[in-house]
């Protein structure tokens, strides 16, 4: 269950989302999960790619649909960018080695981890985003458990963050 946090803010182009997530960078802890949800092409890949770029990352960081989960070494922490779109849906997260990758010692980015609700872990980061009428995109961020609730409080307080402090819709 969330645990009562809940902030957004609209961005208007992909460079934007790259900064936004790119502010989340110094407050990211090992064995830290951010779930990313959203539609298709809503920019839950270029909020990866925000986050790289400001680990420090080398090289490109691509779409992991066909390899359910990339991993990169070359930051200040290791990076895992988990995309579940293509896990079948009788598969566990546990056959992927999921909680072995996230317990371990970098931090993981997790796209359509919602597809897997019941079995994401207990404390994780919540980042949706959603497309409105004009292409903009409303990013909103929930916090469920202790770790990510303080993660999302320091972020927040972030004034590059500009996480503006939202009662969000009603979710379980
Ligand atoms: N404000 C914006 N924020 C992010 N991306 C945007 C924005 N406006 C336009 N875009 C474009 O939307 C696309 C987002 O693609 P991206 O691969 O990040 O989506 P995704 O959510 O990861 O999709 P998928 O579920 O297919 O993996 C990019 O082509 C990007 O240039
Ligand atoms: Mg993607």
Request: with cysteine.
């Given at each position: 269950?969330?645990?009562g946090l809940a902030y957004s803010r609209v961005v208007t182009s992909p460079e934007v989302m790259k900064q936004l997530a790119a502010t989340l960078v110094p407050y990211l802890h090992p064995a830290?999960?951010?779930?990313?949800t959203g539609d298709l092409g809503a920019g839950k890949t270029q909020f990866v790619q925000g986050v790289a770029q400001a680990l420090g990352v080398r090289g490109a960081v691509v779409s992991p649909t066909f390899n359910i989960v990339l991993q990169y070494d070359s930051g200040r922490l290791p990076l895992y960018h988990f995309d579940l779109y293509r896990l079948d849906e009788g598969e566990s997260l546990e056959d992927i080695g999921f909680?072995?990758?996230?317990?371990?010692?970098?931090v993981s980015f997790v796209e359509w981890g919602d597809r897997f609700e019941s079995q994401l872990p207990y404390d994780?980061?919540?980042v949706s985003i959603t497309v409105d009428d004009s292409g903009a995109r409303r990013v909103r961020v929930r916090s469920f458990g202790d770790r990510s609730r303080q993660?999302?409080?320091?972020?927040a307080n972030d004034s590059k963050s500009r996480l503006m402090k939202c009662s969000g819709p009603r979710w379980s």
């Open positions: 269950m969330a645990n830290d999960v951010v779930v990313l909680y072995d990758i996230v317990d371990a010692d970098g994780y980061l919540n993660m999302l409080c320091v972020w």
